[in-house]
């Protein structure tokens, strides 16, 4: 089973940046779709942005030219830089196939503050 372990989460000031980290375990992340989710207190997880094998790349409409998903296969790691972060970004962020049929990780989580 592929483990999931993101990082890189913290409590930072509205219009800073944050870049999110997600390392997996198993050999296959090259072969999968990825995507970054997001949970906010009180509400679902959602899909912030996702990556195909062949790097196209899509977001949700309040994060568009705000955030970039990336991934390095070499290293079976995906990540999120978020710049000019808003409050309501604050949540726990995940990463996971897409669509998710891995076990989540624990998640990073961010916090933005106005």
């Known amino acids: 089973q592929v483990q999931l372990v993101e990082s890189g989460g913290g409590l930072v000031q509205a219009g800073e940046s944050l870049r999110l980290s997600c390392a997996a375990s198993g050999s296959i992340f090259s072969f999968t779709v990825m995507g970054w989710y997001r949970q906010a207190p009180g509400k679902q997880r959602e899909l912030v942005a996702g990556i195909s094998r062949l790097f196209r790349t899509n977001y949700v409409d309040s994060v568009k030219g705000r955030f970039t998903i990336s991934r390095d296969d070499a290293k079976n790691t995906m990540y999120l830089q978020m710049n000019n972060l808003k409050p309501e970004d604050t949540a726990v962020y995940y990463c996971?196939?897409?669509?998710?049929?891995?076990?989540w990780g624990r998640g990073t989580q961010v916090t933005v503050s106005s």
């Open positions: 996971n196939t897409y669509p998710a049929s891995w076990n």
